[in-house]
């Protein structure tokens, strides 16, 4: 396993820890790069292909491929300066992110044979890429000096910007196979909702029934989309939600003896499968992460010896990844946690 930097190799940190009673069957992979000061990862594919960043001693960030025989391969826009930070990739093994160029953040794609792309939305100080699909087309958001705009970028480099109706801020983060893009936009009176936009540009706007605010998380390929909704006005209790492609919702709180300090539940990331990621907060403000099953069940995730555990996304082949104690990744393998 070695990190591939013109210059310099390096040895990849792959430990295998055991998993606890309730993820017999699983068990964790630290991925921490060694001589760094941070490593955290976002996602992974289906070819077990993982997305991450790292923390440099010179305090610049840079983006990491690992693939599944552990080689990583530094990523960093050519003309980025201080960071270089990847949101997510598709099954292509194409990347988007971030990155700092002559003083402002602008978006990019970085194809599976490292060709850089740059988007810069015109008139933003932020373009920041979110998401791409498997036909490579990438949904984002840019921040102006008034509000925040969604944009989608088809295959061919057409961008198109565009906001919910009387909406003050929108925000586009996920878009699926089938070209429906999720996000969330600000009413004039501040409070959150989330909206789905199809291929040919309809917007549906969307609230959990009773709630405060709505914030939508993720999309899957089946139009299932997970989120955040809080209650309880001025001091606001979270909670998680399914919503099917019909509009119904179902509500997430994590419960049972494993979850008997959990306070609010946070969902992150959804398969193909319908199977949910995610983390709750307790009752001291500890972060633990949790895998929902189809069946509605939800089993604790811990990495052993942390203190904190936030699962990033779940692959459809089960695998989950994620980070712990801020600064180090892991990769959970094996489906121990259905049992």
């Given at each position: 396993m070695r990190f591939r930097k013109p210059g310099c190799i390096l040895l990849s940190l792959v430990i295998v820890l055991g998993a606890t009673a309730a993820q017999a069957g699983s068990s964790w992979s630290v991925l921490d790069i060694p001589g760094v000061t941070k490593t955290n990862v976002s996602a992974i594919n289906r070819s077990n292909v993982i997305l991450g960043f790292f923390d440099s001693?010179?305090?610049?960030?840079?983006?990491?491929?690992?693939?599944?025989?552990?080689?990583?391969?530094?990523?960093?826009?050519?003309?980025?300066?201080?960071?270089?930070?990847?949101?997510?990739?598709?099954?292509?093994?194409?990347?988007?992110?971030?990155?700092?160029?002559?003083?402002?953040?602008?978006?990019?794609?970085?194809?599976?044979?490292?060709?850089?792309?740059?988007?810069?939305?015109?008139?933003?100080?932020?373009t920041s890429a979110s998401d791409i699909n498997d036909d490579g087309v990438v949904v984002g958001y840019a921040l102006t000096a008034s509000n925040s705009l969604g944009?989608?970028?088809?295959?061919?480099?057409?961008?198109?910007?565009?906001?919910?109706?009387?909406?003050?801020?929108?925000?586009?983060?996920?878009?699926?196979?089938?070209?429906?893009?999720?996000?969330?936009f600000e009413d004039a009176g501040g409070v959150e909702h989330g909206f789905l936009r199809g291929r040919g540009g309809?917007?549906?706007?969307?609230?959990?029934?009773?709630?405060?605010?709505?914030?939508?998380?993720?999309?899957?390929?089946?139009?299932?989309?997970?989120?955040?909704?809080?209650?309880?006005?001025?001091?606001?209790?979270?909670?998680?939600?399914?919503?099917?492609?019909?509009?119904?919702?179902?509500?997430?709180?994590?419960?049972?003896?494993?979850?008997?300090?959990?306070?609010?539940?946070f969902p992150v990331d959804i398969n193909a499968k319908g199977e949910i990621v995610g983390f709750f907060t307790d009752t001291s403000g500890i972060r633990h992460g949790f895998v929902r099953t189809t069946d509605g069940t939800c089993v604790r995730l811990d990495a052993p010896g942390a203190t904190e555990t936030l699962p990033a996304m779940i692959a459809a082949n089960d695998k989950i990844v994620g980070n712990y104690d801020n600064n180090h990744a892991f990769r959970l393998n094996g489906a121990g946690w259905r049992n």
């Amino acid at each position: 396993m070695r990190f591939r930097k013109p210059g310099c190799i390096l040895l990849s940190l792959v430990i295998v820890l055991g998993a606890t009673a309730a993820q017999a069957g699983s068990s964790w992979s630290v991925l921490d790069i060694p001589g760094v000061t941070k490593t955290n990862v976002s996602a992974i594919n289906r070819s077990n292909v993982i997305l991450g960043f790292f923390d440099s001693a010179d305090g610049k960030e840079h983006g990491f491929l690992r693939a599944p025989d552990g080689t990583i391969t530094q990523i960093d826009e050519p003309d980025a300066r201080s960071y270089t930070t990847p949101s997510t990739l598709n099954e292509n093994g194409d990347v988007v992110g971030q990155c700092l160029i002559s003083g402002k953040t602008k978006g990019f794609i970085r194809d599976a044979n490292g060709t850089y792309v740059s988007i810069n939305i015109a008139g933003a100080n932020v373009t920041s890429a979110s998401d791409i699909n498997d036909d490579g087309v990438v949904v984002g958001y840019a921040l102006t000096a008034s509000n925040s705009l969604g944009f989608v970028r088809a295959a061919d480099g057409t961008i198109t910007t565009f906001s919910v109706r009387n909406a003050t801020d929108t925000t586009a983060f996920a878009i699926n196979r089938r070209g429906v893009i999720l996000g969330n936009f600000e009413d004039a009176g501040g409070v959150e909702h989330g909206f789905l936009r199809g291929r040919g540009g309809k917007i549906t706007a969307f609230d959990v029934p009773g709630a405060d605010s709505t914030g939508a998380g993720s999309i899957n390929d089946a139009g299932q989309v997970i989120g955040v909704y809080t209650t309880g006005g001025a001091i606001p209790v979270y909670h998680g939600y399914l919503r099917t492609p019909d509009g119904s919702f179902t509500t997430i709180d994590v419960s049972g003896p494993e979850f008997a300090a959990a306070k609010w539940t946070f969902p992150v990331d959804i398969n193909a499968k319908g199977e949910i990621v995610g983390f709750f907060t307790d009752t001291s403000g500890i972060r633990h992460g949790f895998v929902r099953t189809t069946d509605g069940t939800c089993v604790r995730l811990d990495a052993p010896g942390a203190t904190e555990t936030l699962p990033a996304m779940i692959a459809a082949n089960d695998k989950i990844v994620g980070n712990y104690d801020n600064n180090h990744a892991f990769r959970l393998n094996g489906a121990g946690w259905r049992n």
